[in-house]
Each structure stands twice: as structure tokens, then as C-alpha cells.
């Protein structure tokens, strides 16, 4: 049996990370009095491990043991980037989906859950992890998913989709069966609704669409949180200015709020967590007041197309031009008469050979210097 | 010497720091749920102790007893096993060495007697808020009890061969924990006694 003394750690007990799975402090210790060139090494060691994987062996085992060896050597935790949890587990992840031997691995399920428990900082992220095994059948007979998942459901209020969960996970029979009953019976405790089997149905699915009545999803939550934010404050909310998000990895416009493309990969936390994502608040429920509805013509741009013009009376007609004179009463005069037409520059036009010009009947140099008419041509008393 | 501690208020000093230390445990375990506990100002620091009446009575039966067994010396090691009700397999177990120091003065075991040691109450409650804090602190490498509110917990005193046990005290195996790991905390020490902690664990 291996022994240690805390009194190393004792420095770092603030800041220590706790782990679901716990740690070996012994290895801990031992991890902390290496040299920083020795760790160096023993990175690049499992590296080459993983360089020349085959799915022959045990793929998975490899890499918990880096991840392992990560979590002691990196006790404040894997969040920073320079610890490289967070990379090797999503690479974990990703590298055995699809693995038939590892569907219901406790180790890769638990791997999933300790995933989604620590990276994944939001509950709208949490609920896509889950979402995403639950679709995938990734632990459907490891009754560890089940717990924490209908943990989670739990926490979040949904106590019908939660005890729902639970009956699929019986129905499965799923290994310690009396973990499942024991928190069916805790359920049933705290609930006395009837379960009519469309809660959890209707949970999943409105998950998967990202538009709903050819909406896109986070359209219509952000104008739900926009109303709710305004019968809160009871003023005007104006939305600020979009942040540009370059989107080169993901030309699927309509995939913004869920971290996947049809549920068969999941992108990892750095492409979701990208800046200005527009994160779902909430779900999308039976009774929610959407607002009225556009259809994704509306949204989409309009931009080469001609607009039809639509017919009013002022068509084709120009407004009136005044030009407000002062009067000896001290009341000006707004005048409907475009004196610019008449004096043009140090020249004076009647009527009849303005409207001479404006037919090419008369040469605009033809005319001749006249005395400058002081009056308008027909003053109109418009208002005082 | 004012403040130091005699044989009497030794023991009550180390059966009190069992009764904060226990409830400790429980809570950061989760053995019992988070609303069977208060806060209570202890040692300086803020601890969790329990507020369930049939825990409490548990605990101060037992705790009584130890008090009584480390009082007349027949006590030196005080386990709290933490049990998994599925398979009655042993999760946790925190040990606790209770080391009697020289003998003391005639006055020993006499109520208000004092000490000539230079060890004060202030210094010892220093101490134990270190091995509490550094207790607080094993959830960094104990793994979560994963099996939440499906747990029990055990106390094994250890005695003499010959000591007097009652009835409600039964005899057991040492439920160690096999193949699993052991942490050392600090230790604390009065007059007459030392008090030092550990944990087995298995990840």
C-alpha cells in the first residue's frame, strides 16, 4: 500500500483541482519533484504512443493513461491550455466514437462524463454533451450516464423528462440496476405528475432542429429573453452591435447553436466557446410566447434582387420649392417659387423663356442681359 | 501554568476535535445530505455540524465512550470507516492515532489539575485548525463518492484486549482497504496526548 504525507501538496490544497475519479497523491508528489524537462519528456513519450495507435490493441487505455498522467502532473487542473487536458480528452473522445467495443465502455462513458462535468462550463453545452450520447448510444447501458444525466435534467427542473430518463434506463436494464431504482424512488418522492412519454420525446427533439417553423432557433430565444428582459425593466432594450466571427471552419449558417452537424461529430470546446456564439437560454417549451412569426425568406439577404415599387400619388411629381422672404410687418413669407430657376447666376428669365429652355427651343447663352425683376412671379402667402 | 492543558480537559479536547471531525467528514463526503448540517464557528474557522437528532445521538454515544476508554488510557486508535450499503465494501477509511506521551504528574486525571508542559490550549487548537483544513482539503484527491446518498459510516475504537466494552460495541476486523492508497495529514498535540490523522482511499 502506498503511503504518502499531504504536508507537499500543502501549498497548493487552494488551488488543487478535485477530480471525480480522485488521484494517486503519491504520484502527485513524485510528479512535483521531477524537473520540468523530465515532464517535457515523459508529454513527448505519450505522444509517440498516440502517434502509432492501432485499433488492434487498446486504443483508450493509452490515452487514459495520459490523461491520467496530466491530472497529476497538472493539479490546479486541465482548464489551462498549457496542460493539454482538455485537447487529449476531446482527441479520446473523438478518436474512439464509432467503436463498437467502446459504446458501453465504463471507462470511455466515464471519460464522456467527466467531460461534460469539467469542460463544459454552460448548462445549454452540458445538456448538448448529454444529448449527443443519449443520440450516439453512448453509454445507453452504463447506468453512471443515466445518474448524472438525470442528475443534471433534475437540477435544471425538468423532473418529468428526469423520471422518464430513468424508466428508459430500466427498460434497458442497465448495470446496477438498483442505482436506477434508487433513484426512481427518489424521484417518485418528489414528483406525483403522471408521465404521459412525450416530455422526453419532445426534450430530445427540440434539441435537434436548429429552426423551428423555418426559424432559426436562436432567433426566436433571443426575442423571448429580449421580451422577458423588457417586461422585467419595462424600458426598451437595444441591441448592440454585432461582433464579426469568422466562421471558416463551419459554413453551416444554420448550426450556430448546437456544437455538432447532425449529431454524428461533435466540435470541440475551443470552435464552440468561439467568440459572439449566440448561446441558447433555455429551451424552446409548449406556451413560450414567440412573437410573431417570420418565415427564413425574411432572414435571409435580399441583396440583387428589384424591389417592385409601389404606387403613390406623389410619383413622378416634384415638391414644391419656397423660399421664405421677410416682410415689413416682420412676418416672413414662404414663397412657392424656385427663384434659382429664374436668376440663373447674374441672368434673369421670364416664365416663357424658361420654359423655352426646358424644350431646347431656347440656347441658354442666347439670352441677353435684362434689369433684375424685383417681385416674385406670383407670390403665395403660405403661412406666417 | 495558566492555559495548559491536565488529563481531563486533554481528553475532552480530543474527543471534542472527533466530534467536529466526524461531522467534517460526513458533510464533505456526502454521506448524510447538505441540509442535515448547520455552520458552526469552531477553532477559528467555519465547520459543518450535524443538526439530524438520531445522528447526533449516535455520534455523542460513541463519543462518550471514547472519551471515557482515552481517558483511562485504553484507547489509541479511533477509525470511521465509510461503507457503500450496496456491497458493504469499505470506500473510505479515516484513522485517527491517539498516542498517550510520558506519564504525567500526580495530579493526572484530577480535575483541574494543570500541566507543567509548555503545550497551550491555544497552540494545540492551532494545530488542530491545520489538520481540519488540510481534512477539508482531501476532496483534491479523493475521488467523488459516486454512489450520492447510498453511503453509511462505521466508528472501530481500538482497545486494550482486556478493556470493559459494552454491549452496543461489537467486535470487528480492522476494514482496511486493500490495494488502495494512505495520506498523511498533520498532527496535533496537548500535554498529554498526540493526536495525528490519515486517510485510505482507493481511486
Same mark, same amino acid.
Given at each position: 500500500?502506498?503511503?504518502?504525507?499531504?504536508?507537499?501538496?500543502?501549498?497548493?490544497?487552494?488551488?488543487?483541482?478535485?477530480?471525480?475519479?480522485?488521484?494517486?497523491?503519491?504520484?502527485?508528489?513524485?510528479?512535483?519533484?521531477?524537473?520540468?524537462?523530465?515532464?517535457?519528456? !515523459?508529454?513527448?513519450?505519450?505522444?509517440?504512443?498516440?502517434?502509432?495507435?492501432?485499433?488492434?490493441?487498446?486504443?483508450?487505455?493509452?490515452?487514459?493513461?495520459?490523461?491520467?498522467?496530466?491530472?497529476?502532473?497538472?493539479?490546479?487542473?486541465?482548464?489551462?491550455?498549457?496542460?493539454?487536458?482538455?485537447?487529449?480528452?476531446?482527441?479520446?473522445?473523438?478518436?474512439?466514437?464509432?467503436?463498437?467495443?467502446?459504446?458501453?465502455? &465504463?471507462?470511455?462513458?466515464?471519460?464522456?462524463?467527466?467531460?461534460?462535468?469539467?469542460?463544459?462550463?454552460?448548462?445549454?453545452?452540458?445538456?448538448?454533451?448529454?444529448?449527443?450520447?443519449?443520440?450516439?448510444?453512448?453509454?445507453?447501458?452504463?447506468?453512471?450516464?443515466?445518474?448524472?444525466?438525470?442528475?443534471?435534467?433534475?437540477?435544471?427542473?425538468?423532473?418529468?423528462?428526469?423520471?422518464?430518463?430513468?424508466?428508459?434506463?430500466?427498460?434497458?436494464?442497465?448495470?446496477?440496476?438498483?442505482?436506477?431504482?434508487?433513484?426512481?424512488?427518489?424521484?417518485?418522492?418528489?414528483?406525483?405528475?403522471?408521465?404521459?412519454?412525450?416530455? !422526453?420525446?419532445?426534450?430530445?427533439?427540440?434539441?435537434?432542429?436548429?429552426?423551428?417553423?423555418?426559424?432559426?432557433?436562436?432567433?426566436?430565444?433571443?426575442?423571448?429573453?429580449?421580451?422577458?428582459?423588457?417586461?422585467?425593466?419595462?424600458?426598451?432594450?437595444?441591441?448592440?452591435?454585432?461582433?464579426?466571427?469568422?466562421?471558416?471552419?463551419?459554413?453551416?449558417?444554420?448550426?450556430?447553436?448546437?456544437?455538432?452537424?447532425?449529431?454524428?461529430?461533435?466540435?470541440?470546446?475551443?470552435?464552440?466557446?468561439? &467568440?459572439?456564439?449566440?448561446?441558447?437560454?433555455?429551451?424552446?417549451?409548449?406556451?413560450?410566447?414567440?412573437?410573431?412569426?417570420?418565415?427564413?425568406?425574411?432572414?435571409?439577404?435580399?441583396?440583387?434582387?428589384?424591389? !417592385?415599387?409601389?404606387?403613390?400619388?406623389?410619383?413622378?411629381?416634384?415638391?414644391?420649392?419656397?423660399?421664405?422672404?421677410?416682410?415689413?410687418?416682420?412676418?416672413?413669407?414662404?414663397?412657392?417659387?424656385?427663384?434659382?430657376?429664374?436668376?440663373?447666376?447674374?441672368?434673369?428669365?421670364?416664365?416663357? !423663356?424658361?420654359?423655352?429652355?426646358?424644350?431646347?427651343?431656347?440656347?441658354?447663352g442666347y439670352c441677353h442681359k435684362r434689369r433684375r425683376l424685383k417681385p416674385a412671379a406670383r407670390p403665395v402667402r403660405m403661412h406666417t | 501554568m495558566e492555559g495548559s492543558i491536565a488529563l481531563k480537559g486533554s481528553t475532552r479536547l480530543i474527543t471534542e476535535f472527533f466530534e467536529y471531525s466526524i461531522s467534517t467528514i460526513l458533510y464533505q463526503r456526502g454521506v448524510y445530505p447538505e441540509e442535515d448540517f448547520?455552520?458552526?464557528?469552531?477553532?477559528?474557522? +467555519?465547520?459543518?455540524?450535524?443538526?439530524?437528532?438520531?445522528?447526533?445521538?449516535?455520534?455523542?454515544?460513541?463519543?462518550?465512550?471514547?472519551? $471515557?476508554?482515552?481517558?483511562?488510557?485504553?484507547?489509541?486508535?479511533?477509525?470511521?470507516?465509510?461503507?457503500?450499503?450496496?456491497?458493504?465494501?469499505?470506500?473510505?477509511?479515516?484513522?485517527?492515532?491517539?498516542?498517550?506521551?510520558?506519564?504525567? +504528574?500526580?495530579?493526572?486525571?484530577?480535575?483541574?489539575?494543570?500541566? +507543567?508542559?509548555?503545550?497551550?490550549?491555544?497552540?494545540?487548537?492551532?494545530?488542530?485548525?491545520?489538520?481540519?483544513?488540510?481534512? +477539508?482539503?482531501?476532496?483534491?484527491?479523493?475521488?467523488?463518492?459516486?454512489?450520492?446518498? $447510498?453511503?453509511?459510516? $462505521?466508528?472501530?475504537?481500538?482497545?486494550?484486549?482486556?478493556?470493559?466494552?459494552?454491549?452496543?460495541?461489537?467486535?470487528?476486523?480492522?476494514?482496511?482497504?486493500?490495494?488502495?492508497?494512505?495520506?498523511?495529514?498533520?498532527?496535533?498535540?496537548? $500535554?498529554?496526548?498526540?493526536?495525528?490523522?490519515?486517510?485510505?482511499?482507493?481511486?
Amino acid at each position: 500500500m502506498k503511503r504518502s504525507a499531504f504536508e507537499p501538496l500543502e501549498g497548493e490544497k487552494e488551488n488543487a483541482v478535485a477530480l471525480v475519479g480522485g488521484r494517486s497523491l503519491a504520484r502527485v508528489v513524485a510528479l512535483r519533484a521531477a524537473a520540468p524537462r523530465e515532464l517535457g519528456a !515523459m508529454r513527448e513519450q505519450f505522444e509517440s504512443r498516440l502517434a502509432s495507435l492501432d485499433f488492434e490493441g487498446d486504443p483508450l487505455a493509452v490515452f487514459l493513461e495520459y490523461i491520467a498522467w496530466i491530472k497529476d502532473a497538472v493539479v490546479q487542473g486541465g482548464m489551462s491550455r498549457a496542460s493539454g487536458l482538455l485537447e487529449v480528452t476531446e482527441r479520446c473522445l473523438m478518436y474512439c466514437q464509432g467503436e463498437e467495443r467502446y459504446g458501453n465502455d &465504463e471507462r470511455y462513458v466515464r471519460l464522456w462524463l467527466e467531460y461534460a462535468w469539467t469542460f463544459c462550463g454552460d448548462d445549454a453545452d452540458r445538456r448538448d454533451v448529454y444529448v449527443f450520447m443519449f443520440r450516439n448510444g453512448i453509454g445507453s447501458q452504463v447506468a453512471a450516464y443515466y445518474d448524472q444525466f438525470s442528475k443534471w435534467l433534475y437540477a435544471m427542473g425538468k423532473t418529468e423528462e428526469c423520471l422518464q430518463l430513468l424508466r428508459t434506463a430500466q427498460a434497458r436494464r442497465v448495470q446496477p440496476e438498483n442505482l436506477i431504482v434508487r433513484r426512481l424512488g427518489q424521484l417518485a418522492q418528489s414528483t406525483s405528475s403522471d408521465v404521459d412519454g412525450t416530455a !422526453m420525446a419532445q426534450y430530445f427533439s427540440e434539441s435537434n432542429p436548429p429552426t423551428i417553423l423555418s426559424r432559426r432557433r436562436d432567433l426566436l430565444q433571443q426575442e423571448h429573453r429580449e421580451r422577458q428582459l423588457q417586461s422585467q425593466s419595462g424600458s426598451t432594450r437595444t441591441s448592440s452591435s454585432g461582433i464579426f466571427r469568422d466562421d471558416d471552419d463551419d459554413d453551416d449558417t444554420n448550426d450556430e447553436t448546437t456544437p455538432h452537424k447532425g449529431w454524428s461529430f461533435l466540435r470541440s470546446k475551443r470552435q464552440r466557446d468561439k &467568440e459572439n456564439r449566440a448561446l441558447p437560454q433555455g429551451v424552446i417549451e409548449r406556451g413560450m410566447n414567440l412573437g410573431t412569426l417570420d418565415t427564413l425568406d425574411n432572414t435571409v439577404s435580399t441583396a440583387g434582387k428589384t424591389k !417592385m415599387a409601389i404606387f403613390h400619388d406623389s410619383l413622378g411629381r416634384s415638391d414644391p420649392v419656397y423660399t421664405t422672404l421677410p416682410s415689413c410687418d416682420d412676418k416672413s413669407e414662404k414663397i412657392d417659387c424656385n427663384f434659382a430657376l429664374v436668376y440663373d447666376q447674374d441672368e434673369e428669365y421670364s416664365i416663357e !423663356m424658361i420654359l423655352a429652355v426646358s424644350r431646347g427651343l431656347l440656347a441658354a447663352g442666347y439670352c441677353h442681359k435684362r434689369r433684375r425683376l424685383k417681385p416674385a412671379a406670383r407670390p403665395v402667402r403660405m403661412h406666417t | 501554568m495558566e492555559g495548559s492543558i491536565a488529563l481531563k480537559g486533554s481528553t475532552r479536547l480530543i474527543t471534542e476535535f472527533f466530534e467536529y471531525s466526524i461531522s467534517t467528514i460526513l458533510y464533505q463526503r456526502g454521506v448524510y445530505p447538505e441540509e442535515d448540517f448547520s455552520k458552526v464557528k469552531k477553532y477559528d474557522i +467555519t465547520l459543518m455540524k450535524t443538526v439530524d437528532d438520531e445522528l447526533k445521538t449516535y455520534i455523542r454515544k460513541i463519543l462518550i465512550q471514547v472519551h $471515557n476508554w482515552v481517558l483511562g488510557g485504553k484507547c489509541h486508535k479511533l477509525v470511521i470507516c465509510i461503507i457503500d450499503k450496496d456491497d458493504g465494501s469499505v470506500t473510505e477509511r479515516w484513522a485517527f492515532d491517539i498516542v498517550r506521551l510520558a506519564a504525567r +504528574t500526580e495530579a493526572d486525571g484530577q480535575e483541574g489539575a494543570v500541566s +507543567t508542559s509548555e503545550q497551550s490550549v491555544e497552540e494545540t487548537r492551532k494545530q488542530i485548525r491545520a489538520l481540519i483544513r488540510q481534512i +477539508t482539503a482531501s476532496v483534491t484527491f479523493l475521488p467523488e463518492l459516486s454512489n450520492e446518498g $447510498n453511503y453509511t459510516f $462505521n466508528v472501530l475504537a481500538y482497545t486494550d484486549a482486556y478493556t470493559n466494552v459494552p454491549m452496543e460495541w461489537g467486535d470487528s476486523d480492522s476494514k482496511e482497504i486493500e490495494g488502495g492508497e494512505v495520506v498523511q495529514f498533520k498532527n496535533f498535540s496537548t $500535554n498529554d496526548h498526540k493526536v495525528s490523522a490519515e486517510v485510505s482511499y482507493r481511486f
